[in-house]
Nanobody, 121 residues
Framework: QVQLVESGGGLAQAGGSLRLSCAAS????????MGWYRQAPGKQRELVAA???????NYADSVKGRFTISRDNAKNTVYLQMNSLKREDTAVYYC???????????????WGQGTQVTVSS
């Protein structure tokens, strides 16, 4: 079994910062890409940022220059540093990881339970 546990969400003022963390635990052979998605009320879930095993990153245009994704492979953890927050960043943020649980097994997408981020003006 694999679990992704997120932390760090909450309330912030516009212009402020929050840092999200997501730790993967359980039977893990290897982790490929890790990332953060978000879903605002009435909208589809969208990719915020992703980071590959080799640390190459990809960001949504709306967060470029404000958010930074990073990972600690020794801790199976991915982070999202969110600066210069805007009201439109308000959403539930979900952690995602592509994980193999054994040699020769297929990679599977795992999701965290979601953490609320609310930005007030």
């Amino acid at each position: 079994q694999v679990q992704l546990v997120e932390s760090g969400g909450g309330l912030a003022q516009a212009g402020g910062s929050l840092r999200l963390s997501c730790a993967a635990s359980g039977i893990i052979f290897s982790i490929n890409a890790m990332g953060w998605y978000r879903q605002a009320p009435g909208k589809q879930r969208e990719l915020v940022a992703a980071i590959a095993t080799g640390s190459s990153t990809n960001y949504a245009d709306s967060v470029k220059g404000r958010f930074t994704i990073s990972r600690d492979n020794a801790k199976n953890t991915v982070y999202l540093q969110m600066n210069s927050l805007k009201r439109e960043d308000t959403a539930v943020y979900y952690c995602n990881a592509v994980i193999k649980t054994g040699w020769g097994r297929s990679s599977i997408d795992y999701w965290g339970q979601g953490t609320q981020v609310t930005v007030s003006s």
